[in-house]
């Protein structure tokens, strides 16, 4: 069998199945399947030889493999088909899919209330840092519009699981949470993060399935962050404080020179200026649209799940403002323009505070060494966070 990657797509690089034509008999067969991620697939056979041209697309790539590629090598081998392991987890939000094409969403496994829990941890055919975070992965049936909240689905396993984790955190990502959880694995203790916002983590913690939710969401009525989150059964725990602002490439005249708010205005009197979004439900779109208040300016759409990657995209000139934090501004050589401080903390279960991963957690928050290092990437930690 012949396997290739990429050459099958739209426009000019569709390139693969022009050469396929020309081979031997019968040539191509399928060219684009009702399959999402992976539509573009297309497939041959030669002289009695099959071809497999696989999308480029890493996630494509996987999933058309694993649903036309792989059962074909086996059958030719002479092997039964592979009985993939799963198990059977409630999706806790609506996963919209699209009709009319088959669709395989990635998922992490959490423990719940009445069983696992399986949370949609990314979608598209880029997305292999959400391939290598996934556990498994459900399908979406080509006939239906998606999967309601509350359904029991059967989720495919990737690979062999590892362990249960020791500590599940489910919320707002931030670089210097890194630093924390990094130092949970020193002392052995193994830890599931699902960057769902601070919205989603909030709803996670009322369900009871996580440990701890990082959050950082603005109560208009008093101005304080994160207090209006404390409710029976959950604490908050101080975390640090960190700087939101306004970012773009340096040296663009449109920007140079202003605030922050004058730049702001500037970009949305220019419409070619494209923006980079964040996506609905984190802290940081919250005030996004509070500064846009009713406008939607191009790029509104482009809604990626982190800061880093929101200063990528105006680093590589995929979009050419956005809002984020002062640290991923520097590490991509971008200008930085402050808007205002946020204060990133923490919501933790009682019930779950007893857990010695819990524990370990919120202890290394007074570590010397961790503060150092949380305070190297240019955040804020409160004096009291110590005590």
Known sequence: MVVLSGGTSKGVGDLSYRILSRLGPPGVLV????LKPGRPLCLAVSDGKPIAVLPGFP????????????PIIRARAGLLAEAAQSVKATVPVRIASEMGRQEFVLVALVPGEHGPVAFPIGKGSGAVTSFSQADGFVAIDALSAGLDVGITKEVILIGVRAKAPDIVIMGSHCVALDVVIRRLAEQGFATRTVAIGSMGGVAAAERGECDIAPVHLLDAASGQYNRHLIRQGISLHPGWERMQGFIFRTGDARFSGKTAQEALRSALADSPCLMVNRNAGSGTRILIDQLLESQRPQGYANQPKSHNAVAAAIAQGRADWG???????KLYGL?????????YDFLVLDRHRTRPAVQAFLAALAEPSVRQRITALGMKLPEDAAQ
Request: net charge negative.
């Open 31 to 34: 060219h684009g399947v009702a």
């Open 59 to 70: 996630t494509s790539a996987i999933f058309t493999f694993h649903a036309f590629v792989a």
């Open 323 to 329: 809002i984020a934090i002062a640290n991923v501004a």
């Open 335 to 343: 200008t930085f323009l402050p808007i205002a401080p946020e204060h």
